[in-house]
């Protein structure tokens, strides 16, 4: 599949639907991200009230990968309000499971660190990746991510396994891609 048949965009209310049935496959086919498949209840209503208020939160987006108009992957930030904070934002992303492997990831991430050179208040992008999640961590040291911290044994499986939360971040006008 070529790259350039990837398009990227905000995603609108009207995705609401697609993007529930996409987030639902994410949840059921994914360890690696803290809500299990049936914590997951948010109606296509809801959804489309999370995606407005995304649309006119100027310091958060949501922003979807097509292709041939099938949402593949999703990226979304939020933003603490308070003024000592502002500056940080938190990211989380996914790829769809037939997907991967095909530079999605990094184009939903290229699009989001462009977002926030250009921002008028953000200026550090944080994020948090089970220990075990080693795609992921590929991915986030590939841009240019470094790690910040751990929280020790933050996250217990169903099968008893437990693994650390990293804390990874980058600071986008500082950071030179190569
Ligand atoms: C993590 C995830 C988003 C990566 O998406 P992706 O589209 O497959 O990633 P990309 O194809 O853009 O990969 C970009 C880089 O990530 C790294 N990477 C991706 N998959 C990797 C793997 N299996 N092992 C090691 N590194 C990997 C590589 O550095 C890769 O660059 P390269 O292709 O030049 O080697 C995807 O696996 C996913 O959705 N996982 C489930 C949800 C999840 O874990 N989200 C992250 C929560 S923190």
């Not at 995606?51 to 958060?60: D, L, M, Q, Y």
């Not at 050179?117 to 944080?126: N, S, Y």
């Amino acid at each position: 599949m070529s790259r350039e048949s990837i398009h990227i965009r905000e995603a609108t209310p009207k995705d609401a639907k697609a993007l529930n049935a996409y987030i639902r496959l994410i949840f059921e086919t994914s360890e690696h991200l803290i809500t299990s498949p049936e914590e997951f209840r948010q109606p296509p209503w809801k959804q489309r009230m999370w995606i407005a208020r995304k649309n006119t939160n100027t310091n958060e987006t949501c922003i979807i990968a097509l292709k041939d108009d099938k949402i593949v992957g999703m990226l979304d930030n939020w933003t603490d309000r308070r003024k000592r904070v502002k500056h940080v934002t938190t990211f989380a992303t996914s790829v769809h499971p037939d997907y991967r492997g095909q530079g999605i990831a990094r184009k939903l991430l290229n699009e989001f660190i462009d977002l926030v050179r250009l921002h008028p208040t953000l200026e550090k992008i944080e994020l948090h990746v089970h220990a075990d999640n080693i795609s992921a961590i590929g991915l986030y040291e590939k841009m240019g991510f470094l790690r910040e911290g751990i929280r020790s044994r933050a996250i217990k499986y169903q099968d008893g396994r437990v693994v650390d939360d990293i804390l990874m971040a980058i600071w986008p006008n500082e950071h030179k891609q190569d």
